[in-house]
């Protein structure tokens, strides 16, 4: 069966980095968008960040472009995030997920059909 296995998550300082990992498995995931999404303590999930595992072609939400890269290695089947610059308000449990989507969509958790477990991130001032 389909699996998403998050790892990277820890508590760090505002202004510090963290690297979020997504290993999957189970299926082919090339023809998918790969996404990272996340929930705060009391919120809504939200998008966060999306990969096309074929063009690799991408889209941040506005609150982390240019502090967060999403990626991929196709040879290892993992997506991978990068975040730098991290805020308090960056503090959530951050989840992998896949979608058969097209790009319009990648905003919306509703899209994506395969989720992780998610792991937590929290960015103390």
């Known amino acids: 069966q389909v699996q998403l296995v998050e790892s990277g998550g820890g508590l760090v300082q505002a202004g510090e980095s963290l690297r979020l990992s997504c290993a999957a498995s189970?299926?082919?995931?090339?023809?998918?968008?790969m996404g990272w999404l996340r929930q705060g303590s009391g919120k809504e999930r939200e998008f966060v960040a999306a990969i096309s595992w074929r063009t690799s072609m991408t889209s941040y939400a506005d609150s982390v472009k240019g502090r967060f890269t999403v990626s991929r290695d196709n040879a290892k089947n993992t997506l991978y995030l990068q975040m730098n610059s991290l805020k308090p308000e960056d503090t959530a449990v951050y989840y992998c997920?896949?979608?058969?989507?097209?790009?319009?969509?990648?905003?919306?958790?509703?899209?994506?059909?395969?989720w992780g477990q998610g792991t937590q991130v929290t960015v103390s001032s």
């Open positions: 189970g299926r082919t995931f090339s023809g998918y968008v």
């Open positions: 997920a896949a979608s058969y989507s097209p790009a319009t969509n990648w905003g919306s958790s509703r899209s994506y059909v395969y």
